[in-house]
């Protein structure tokens, strides 16, 4: 007898289930339309883009020839040695300084508020406004920074103008722009680390940098591992910086990034497979960087 | 008691410690200051400054009168109206897409879980692994000519609008966030009838104000400070936003009358900083950090 009302029941109960996944699908579709014509199909397109070549409108297979046409050309060595240059030097001054500068207001009880207000200030400024900003101060005729050292009797520089300097001063003014965001994460992180841990270092004897080594280093090693992470990913890909403070090239091509390149390649060459070969290099490399941040993020939420 | 830090009270009690406290805090207070404040000062006081005052060796601190003309004329020479008027344009559109469309999938992904749903999260996820520059190339040739609607998106707003729309990382906050909403508020709603729209309207959004003001800010500030995405597809000068507009004008135009662009350039995302700052502070360490 209940044998008939059994096919009935799952029937309701599927057009329930389609009706319920109709509904939840219809709160999707919008962005994943976004994502398919806005990141999914752009995927795609690059690693096609890698291995084709576009002239007068006519798409050919080239093979590896686009890749062979970069590696063979010297621009993309020295954009590579610069890039290298400019990440090395942003995590001496872009790593380190933050986090002393957290650890410092972290000890402070009066201002703290201000100066957490201060540093992220910058990173609030249209990017363009600060570039020029800092041209200006990088100046060697009458920049301000050359009047600074001339005050405190240091040597003149050329900054911008020089080999030596334009890369140092590239990443001068990106670390400036940029130090809020990881300032005001370490500044969480360490405050989250219990006292106990720094009374029963000092009832060892520990001094301060002994109570950072053993400390707060250990204590703040996953956000301070994700966050060298997410720099290295970042920095790898530096374009606005180099760009507007130097045109891109600054004296002989040093400054010079990968992206500045594979920008030049498609919008100034237009050569859309070398810039994409030279992207899809970027992206291998910066793949690995990737999947060990998730990795941690991971262990970060359990 | 106060959560104590590095430096123990006790040492901090002492004199000697005190001393040495207040000497680093006033220090460290008025270097910042130079530091973070001191560009914006400098850009603000040179923009008053006559073309010869700005000239001069070695620069004057204050201006010694002030041409508040530089900052009309700079306004009036770039436009900066119509430039101003585009960023507030796209930068409210991106907002308006974002909030409808970022929303409604996280809601799905969150609540009514759909099949495929976690693969879809997965994907979109999956594009916080791709370096963003990589993806510009291959971006710019698909807005060139869409993919089955076949329409060129340059010089259009849809150009910042629809690709806004791709932040995972939104997504996966707002996700998040509305994981944390108890599933028998929204199954209670459920049986009195509210659809799927209605429980989201007047129950999840109501609950989620924090996350959504994080988010609202976000996606403001990041159409603000974008640079290279606008200068691709808004070769049109009357359409550029302001980050764009300034950089093509930067050179045509004297010194001072450019640092007093900057400065207004500079002040809507500073003001709104200083108003919303309790609320990009706390939203900056909400994705990374778990406590």
Wanted: aromatic fraction near 12%.
């Amino acid at each position: 007898m209940s044998a008939p009302t059994l096919p009935r029941d799952s029937r309701a109960e599927f057009l329930r289930a389609f009706k319920r996944n109709l509904t939840a699908h219809g709160f999707l579709i919008g962005a994943v339309l976004c994502f398919s014509f806005f990141s999914w199909y752009p995927m795609v397109r690059e690693f096609l883009l890698a291995f084709q070549k576009t002239e007068g409108g006519a798409t050919r297979w080239v093979g590896w020839d686009n890749f062979a046409y970069v590696f063979g050309d010297p621009n993309v060595w020295q954009a590579w040695r610069n890039t290298l240059l400019f990440t090395g030097l942003a995590l001496a001054l872009g790593f380190v300084v933050p986090f002393v500068v957290s650890l410092v207001l972290n000890e402070f009880r009066h201002a703290q508020g201000y100066l957490r207000l201060l540093v992220y200030l910058p990173v609030m400024m249209p990017p363009v406004a600060s570039i020029l900003l800092f041209k200006y101060f990088y100046d060697p005729g009458y920049g301000l920074f050359n009047r600074v050292l001339e005050f405190l009797h240091l040597p003149a520089q050329d900054w911008l103008q020089s080999t030596d300097t334009a890369m140092l001063s590239v990443v001068i003014a990106s670390t400036w722009m940029n130090m809020g965001g990881a300032t005001l994460i370490y500044l969480a992180a360490l405050q989250g680390i219990p006292g106990e841990l720094y009374e029963a270092a000092e009832l060892d004897g520990a001094g301060l940098l002994r109570k950072v080594w053993h400390v707060t280093i250990p204590q703040t090693k996953l956000i301070l591992s994700l966050m060298l992470l997410m720099q290295i990913i970042a920095t790898m890909q530096v374009f606005v910086e180099p760009f507007l403070l130097t045109g891109g090239a600054g004296p002989e091509g040093s400054t010079t990034t990968v992206v500045v390149l594979i920008y030049q390649y498609a919008f100034s060459f237009n050569q859309y497979g070398g810039a994409a070969a030279l992207g899809l290099c970027l992206l291998v490399l910066l793949a690995g960087f990737s999947a060990l941040y998730v990795r941690l993020s991971r262990d970060n939420e359990n | 008691m106060a959560e104590r830090t590095l430096i123990s009270p006790a040492q901090l009690g002492r004199t000697r410690g005190r001393i040495l406290y207040w000497t680093v805090l006033v220090l460290v207070v008025a270097g910042f200051t130079l530091v973070f404040l001191g560009p914006l000062y400098w850009m603000v006081a040179n923009g008053l400054k006559s073309t010869e005052e700005f000239a001069q060796v070695p620069p004057t601190l204050v201006p010694d009168s002030l041409h508040t003309a530089n900052y009309e004329a700079a306004w009036k020479v770039m436009d900066l109206a119509k430039l101003l008027f585009n960023t507030l344009y796209y930068a409210f559109g991106a907002l308006a897409f974002q909030l409808v469309l970022d929303v409604g999938a996280a809601y799905s992904l969150s609540k009514l879980r759909p099949v495929l749903g976690k693969a879809v999260l997965g994907m979109m996820l999956a594009t916080l692994m791709i370096p963003a520059t990589v993806l510009v190339v291959p971006q710019y040739l698909t807005v060139l000519d869409m993919p089955i609607i076949e329409r060129n998106l340059l010089n259009t707003p849809w150009v910042i609008w629809l690709p806004s729309v791709t932040n995972a990382f939104n997504i996966f906050l707002l996700k998040r966030f509305f994981d944390s909403i108890p599933q028998e508020i929204l199954d209670a709603s459920a049986i009195d009838g509210a659809s799927a729209v209605r429980t989201l309207r007047s129950i999840v959004l109501p609950m989620s104000r924090p996350i959504l003001g994080v988010v609202s800010i976000f996606a403001i500030v990041g159409v603000w400070k974008d640079f290279l995405w606008p200068m691709l597809t808004l070769p049109d000068p009357a359409l550029q936003t302001l980050n764009v507009g300034i950089y093509s004008l930067a050179t045509g135009v004297p010194e001072n009358h450019l640092i007093a662009a900057l400065a207004m350039a500079s002040a809507p995302t500073l003001v709104i900083f200083l108003i919303f700052q309790r609320n990009i502070m706390s939203g900056l360490t909400a994705g990374s950090l778990k406590g």
